[in-house]
Structures are given as C-alpha cells and as structure tokens.
C-alpha cells in the first residue's frame, strides 16, 4: 500500500482521500462525533465527520506540496501526507472533528509562506501573510500565538533580522485579534474576548493527569518525539543548505507545537493533534529513507491495520 504513494501524480494525491475514508470510517459509524468547529451549527455529526475527512486531505496534500515545492527531500513521494493522516486517526481523541485540525491549516500555509521568504528580494508580504495566517489560527486556539515567535527564529534563520521584519510579525498577528474584537465591541459583547481567552489558555496539571492511560498516551508521543529528535542529523543528511535551514525551522515548530499543546484548555491528548502536520512530515521523510522498501512497507501496514482493530476493540468496549 505504502509503495503506491512513492510517486506524486494526480491519482496518486487523490487516492489520500479514501485512505483518510478508510481510517475514519468506523468513527464515522460508530463514535459520537462533536461539532467542535462550530458548536451551534446545524448540521449532523455525518456531515460533521465528512468535513473532518476532507479537511485532513486538504492538509495531507498541503503538507506533500510543501514537502516536494522545498526539495526537503531528494525524491518525490507522499509519504508526510500518509503518515499525517495515519497520526490523526491514532487515538480515539482524534476521531472527532477537531478545531485544532482547523487551526493547523493556517499553521502549515503559515510555515509554506515562511519559507518563501528564502532569497526573496521583498520579503515583507511573505512575512506579513505568515503572522496574519498565525493570527486567524490563534483566533480558533489562543494558544496558537506562540507561533509568532517560531516565525521570527524562522526569519532570523532565513535571513537577516531587521526591526521591519519584528513589526510586520506583531501587525499581521494582531490583525485578525483586532477585527474579533471589533465585531464584540460593535456587538456590545467586549467580555466575549476575556472570556474565550481565559477559556482556552492556561496550564492544568490536574487535566493533564486525569488517568494512567493518559499517562500512557503523553509518554508515547514523548518517546516518539525524542526519537524524532535523534535522528535530526539524519534528516538534514546530504541536504543543501536551503532545505536544512527548512527543517530546522520544521524541527522548531514542532517544539512550539508541543507549548500550544501544553496551554491549551481544556488540557487532553486531543491536544497533540497540534504535532501532528509535522510529526507526519518527520515520520514520511524517515520511512522514506529505508533502502529496503519492505521494511517500510510492513511497518506501515502493520500500523495502518493495528489502528483499524484498535478502533473496533474502542467500539465493541463501548458497545
């Protein structure tokens, strides 16, 4: 199955959406799924769960563009969008449709426009769409503010920091807060904005070890992380310089994702789908590595069809 996306044409991408079909297809059927997009919308959790489907194609394919346009890999495949998508079905947290997947959109077209800015002789507009992109994200998870400091290590490590490029950052993330705010103020509801904030960032230590299987849960992805960390020489081997730089910006974002993560309430392994675009990107560029395409070839199948029989296990217990 993994082999099938070794090359990047058109059927090849398509074929990422009935690979996200089938890893959500029991959630699908069986798990009550929340409208956490928009709590008082009207439609059905079918309809809910469609849009999850498509929203993590949209960003599988994102991803590999991304991947592929900055040559932060000497072939061509979609592998990052694979194990994005195989990431976000992993936990039965993740089998809800998430605003946190939502804000990850902006995250990544954040990152996609940072690195435009590589030996662009008028940076300013990349860098102002990257802070405003941050500041749409972080208006659907507050937290997601704290990437505007992974946006000026990312320019510094592109290109020379001046104070413009500090100020472009703070405008284009204070944008999108200023319009909100606006709105509740011509509304007549400026507490809206306190009340969405106290809401949604803090730090609780008591929600973070709710249970051991939460326990177990965090110290997976810690492990997973570490190992990922491990191998960073490994990802920026035989890599020129402008790919290397990328992934040490990639390698950045997602230490700030594990920070969003930690303040954002309410705190739950839901919480990890911040990792996730880059999780998948570190993860596809590895498998890709292998020299012996059977080895990844089985340890993704072994993967793909653990999660399938972990989700029947979930919905049987539940039944």
Not at 108 to 136: D, H, T
Not at 151 to 170: D, F, P, R, Y
Not at 185 to 198: D, K, Q
Not at 219 to 246: D, T
């Amino acid at each position: 199955m993994l082999s099938f996306f070794r090359k990047n044409s058109f059927i090849n991408s398509a074929m990422l959406l009935p690979y996200a079909f089938l890893l959500q297809i029991l959630p699908i059927l069986f798990y009550k799924s929340s409208n956490a997009f928009w709590p008082d919308a009207p439609w059905s959790g079918l309809t809910n769960a469609i849009m999850l489907i498509v929203l993590l194609f949209i960003l599988a394919i994102f991803i590999n563009r991304m991947v592929i346009e900055n040559r932060l890999h000497r072939d061509i495949m979609l592998f990052p969008g694979v194990f994005f998508i195989l990431y976000s079905a992993i936990l039965p947290e993740f089998w809800t449709n998430s605003h946190i997947l939502f804000a990850n959109v902006f995250v990544v077209w954040s990152i996609y426009e940072l690195f435009q800015i590589y030996k662009s002789n008028n940076p300013a507009v990349y860098i102002f769409n990257a802070a405003l992109l941050v500041g749409i994200a972080s208006v659907i998870c507050p937290p997601c503010i704290f990437y505007l400091l992974m946006l000026l290590i990312g320019i510094s490590n592109l290109k020379k920091t001046e104070l413009v490029h500090i100020m472009q950052v703070m405008i284009g993330g204070i944008v999108p807060w200023f319009l909100l705010i606006t709105y509740h103020v011509w509304r007549g509801h400026p507490e809206a904005i306190i009340s969405m904030i106290s809401t949604h960032v803090g730090f609780s230590l008591k929600q973070i070890i709710s249970d051991h299987s939460t326990w177990y849960k965090y110290l997976s992805f810690a492990l997973l992380v570490f190992f990922l960390l491990l191998m960073y020489n490994e990802f920026k081997k035989k890599k020129h310089i402008q790919a290397q730089k990328k992934i040490d910006i990639l390698f950045v974002a997602l230490i700030f994702s594990i920070l969003v993560a930690v303040f954002h309430l309410p705190s739950s392994p839901v919480n990890l789908l911040f990792a996730a675009p880059f999780v998948g990107i570190f993860v596809g560029l590895l498998f890709s590595h292998f020299k012996n395409t059977q080895w990844p070839e089985m340890i993704h199948m072994l993967l793909f069809f653990g999660i399938i029989i972990f989700q029947i296990i979930v919905f049987v217990k539940i039944g």
